[in-house]
């Protein structure tokens, strides 16, 4: 198997698992949902559906427009993130640091460009 297949799957495994865990965990997620988004349970809820179903989608034909779509998808989900920084609310019990933040956007950044690379070669 090439390191591009291995990366597909696990790219694909480890949003299965975040989709999941809004369904395991929906109290963390209502928590980080921000106030101006209506219906938190339901919209993060709806996001973990979101993060088990695209993703697969890179799977098929419709690879290309999966990894566009992840991409932006990956964006958006950030501004959750971004939300939780600029407003100093707690993720889930904890309370980052800049420092911490400023590592989930770089992960976030690595998770866009592993996404452009399954988009590229994949």
Same mark, same amino acid.
């Given at each position: !198997?090439?390191?591009?297949?291995?990366?597909? =799957? &696990?790219?694909? &495994?480890?949003?299965?698992?975040?989709?999941? #865990?809004?369904?395991?965990?929906?109290?963390?997620?209502? $928590?980080? %949902?921000? $106030? @101006?988004?209506?219906?938190?349970?339901? $919209? *993060? /809820?709806?996001?973990?559906?979101?993060?088990?179903?695209?993703?697969?989608?890179?799977?098929?034909? =419709?690879? $290309?427009? +999966? +990894? %566009?779509? !992840?991409? +932006?998808?990956?964006?958006?989900? =950030? /501004?959750?993130? /971004? *939300? %939780?920084?600029?407003?100093?609310?707690? =993720?889930? #019990?904890?309370?980052?640091?800049n420092a911490q933040h400023?590592?989930?956007?770089?992960?976030?950044?690595?998770?866009?460009?592993?996404? @452009?690379?399954?988009?590229?070669?994949?």
């Amino acid at each position: !198997m090439d390191l591009i297949k291995l990366t597909t =799957y &696990l790219y694909i &495994l480890f949003f299965i698992y975040a989709g999941v #865990n809004h369904f395991r965990h929906p109290n963390f997620y209502d $928590s980080i %949902v921000p $106030s @101006y988004i209506p219906f938190p349970r339901t $919209s *993060h /809820l709806l996001v973990g559906v979101l993060e088990v179903i695209i993703p697969l989608f890179l799977l098929t034909k =419709y690879r $290309s427009f +999966a +990894a %566009v779509l !992840m991409i +932006a998808f990956i964006v958006i989900l =950030y /501004l959750g993130n /971004l *939300h %939780v920084w600029i407003n100093n609310l707690p =993720y889930g #019990n904890n309370y980052f640091s800049n420092a911490q933040h400023t590592v989930r956007l770089i992960l976030q950044i690595v998770l866009i460009y592993i996404t @452009y690379i399954i988009y590229k070669y994949g």
